[in-house]
Antibody
């Protein structure tokens, strides 16, 4: 059974840094691109970015690129999101998701999601 | 950035009805659109990928269609478990972007 379990969230002050983790199980982690997606308290969904299966390439939402860094440790089947200089607008539930890519048309789909971890930025 | 506009924002339906949810992209995204369902307190769940491909285990009452800028998700014979928020997502260009969602409620 595929499982994605996020951790590392909580209450953090504006300007601080925070690192989220996502431990994967039930599939060969090193075969898949992985992504982070967040959902605000108002339910707005935002794609943060993704990382190639071997960790050699990342994509980011331009608005977050300078503050957020995605990395992975395939030996530990773990995905990370390093957040720096956090702001109140970063308050959200953060989801780790598995991205499957396939077909001649280079389709993508996010077929497994973690339960999410809440990050609250407040003084 | 490609803006995904979903309509309606919410809709009321009765069990057994057929409903159509819409998603319009601000620029062409080909068939690079997925649909996700989110019930209260749960993580999003994949329904449709590549605009029209039903994900494994998704009931055939869910049908996706569209190309370019206009996409639809049709639910035939709505069941109680379908009452949820539905999001479209485009991955035709970075940043990938979601619509604001359509909330399907019981009439």
């Amino acid at each position: 059974e595929v499982q994605l379990v996020e951790s590392g969230g909580g209450l953090v002050q504006p300007g601080a840094s925070l690192k989220l983790s996502c431990v994967a199980s039930g599939f060969t982690f090193s075969d898949y691109w992985m992504s982070w997606v967040r959902q605000t308290p108002g339910k707005t969904m935002e794609w943060i970015g993704d990382i190639k299966y071997d960790g050699s390439y990342t994509n980011y939402a331009p608005s977050l690129k300078n503050r957020f860094t995605i990395s992975r440790d395939n030996a530990k089947s773990t995905l990370y999101l390093q957040m720096s200089n956090v702001r109140s607008e970063d308050t959200a539930t953060y989801y780790c998701t598995r991205c499957t890519r396939g077909g001649l048309l280079l389709l993508q789909w996010w077929d497994y999601w973690g339960q999410g971890v809440m990050v609250t930025v407040s003084s | 950035e490609t803006v995904m506009t979903q309509s309606p924002t919410s809709m009321s339906t009765s069990i057994g009805e057929r409903v159509t949810l819409n998603c319009k992209a601000s620029q062409s995204v080909g068939i690079n659109v997925d649909w996700y369902q989110q019930t209260p307190g749960q993580s999003p769940k994949l329904l449709i990928y590549g605009a029209s491909n039903r994900h494994t285990g998704v009931p055939d009452r869910f049908t996706g269609s569209g190309f370019g800028r206009d996409f639809t998700l049709t639910i035939s014979n709505v069941e109680a478990e379908d009452l949820a928020v539905y999001y479209c997502l485009q991955y035709g260009s970075i940043p990938y972007t979601f619509g604001a969602g359509t909330k399907l409620e019981l009439k």
